[in-house]
């Protein structure tokens, strides 16, 4: 047998792979002009400081992640442009007038112990901002309370009045058209829901976010808050209104469809987006937090890895 023989027997090579053409780097473009809607009713309600905010945030997140590169001998991840939307994100969830601090610990939180220390982008089981914004959000909640922060407005929190004085107080209080036109009290972007249907609307346009899970975490809002509410309506207020309160939308569209963290196939990602709306029902009915929605992600990104193992079959294989 001839050498070329011997080098032909024991040659391996990768078949051709069909792909959408859709790169990480791309995704983040997305994904960063689907939240100037967001960004934009934010700097409208609370001024040009938010844009202080979202910077810094941006800037430290992605200052981090090159840190940790560099210490770990990795090659810079800075062009997936991953780090730059987690510290958008992140901005979103704090008040508008936060202080650089606390921005600066959270980005370094979210990117270190939410990123980073699970390998980088894709191994992480729990969403990178939802843990930069838990541990920052139970280390520091006096500063993380939009009531406590924001004191120089008109606005209202509703969840507070939902959770102290009833659901008719805050029927009373506020209406459906300043709930969607983000007149409320809350994270500087969580409450931009105009903002977050449109760039939502544009993320599923785009292949980068997958309806099913946006929709059926609508539906598990609607469904357990629609129940409670027939039960007694005294005592719960009507659904549309957990839906345009706090994070809620925000956290369906943005961060429940992190890729990292959420199923990929149909019942998984439909029983994944239920789960999220229920728990943000009953995070805020029987829960000591008035909004929780991003305790609801944590929780169903824990329950991912079961959601994916439900009607598994092999690539290419016919139903």
């Avoid at 990768?14 to 700097?43: D, E, K, Q, Y």
């Avoid at 090659?75 to 510290?87: E, K, R």
């Avoid at 939009?146 to 939902?162: E, G």
């Avoid at 972007?189 to 609307?201: D, Y």
Wanted: aromatic share 12%; glycine share 10%; net charge neutral.
């Amino acid at each position: 047998m001839s050498n070329l023989d011997k080098k032909l027997l024991f040659s391996m090579s990768v078949a051709p792979f069909w792909h959408c053409g859709r790169t990480i780097r791309g995704n983040s473009i997305h994904t960063s002009i689907a939240l100037i809607a967001v960004l934009a009713m934010a700097v409208w309600h609370w001024g040009i400081s938010v844009l202080g905010v979202v910077g810094l945030s941006a800037l430290f997140s992605m200052l981090t992640e090159e840190f940790w590169n560099k210490i770990m001998g990795r090659h810079s991840t800075l062009n997936d442009g991953t780090a730059f939307v987690s510290g958008i994100l992140l901005a979103c969830l704090l008040p508008a007038n936060a202080p650089f601090w606390l921005v600066i610990l959270g980005a370094f939180c979210a990117i270190t112990f939410g990123k980073m220390a699970f390998g980088g982008y894709g191994a992480n089981p729990v969403s990178t901002v939802c843990v930069g914004w838990a541990m920052i959000f139970i280390s520091f909640p006096i500063y993380m309370d939009p009531n406590a922060m924001l004191l120089q407005t008109d606005f209202i929190d509703p969840l507070v009045r939902l959770k102290y004085f009833g659901p008719d107080f805050m029927v009373n209080s506020i209406s459906f058209t300043d709930l969607l036109l983000g007149r409320q009290i809350g994270g500087l972007g969580t409450v931009q829901n105009l903002g977050i249907i449109l760039g939502g609307i544009y993320l599923i346009a785009k292949g980068v976010i997958r309806m099913e899970i946006v929709v059926f975490f609508v539906i598990g809002v609607l469904l357990l808050g629609g129940i409670l509410n027939i039960c007694n309506p005294e005592l719960y207020v009507n659904p549309f209104y957990h839906l345009l309160t706090g994070s809620t939308l925000f956290c369906a569209f943005f961060l429940a469809t992190e890729n990292a963290s959420a199923p990929d196939r149909a019942i998984g990602m439909r029983l994944y987006g239920l789960a999220g709306g229920m728990l943000v029902v009953l995070i805020r009915t029987y829960g000591i937090y008035t909004d929780g929605a991003p305790f609801a992600i944590m929780l169903i990104n824990l329950l991912s890895p079961y959601f994916a193992m439900i009607q598994p079959k092999p690539f290419g294989v016919k139903q």
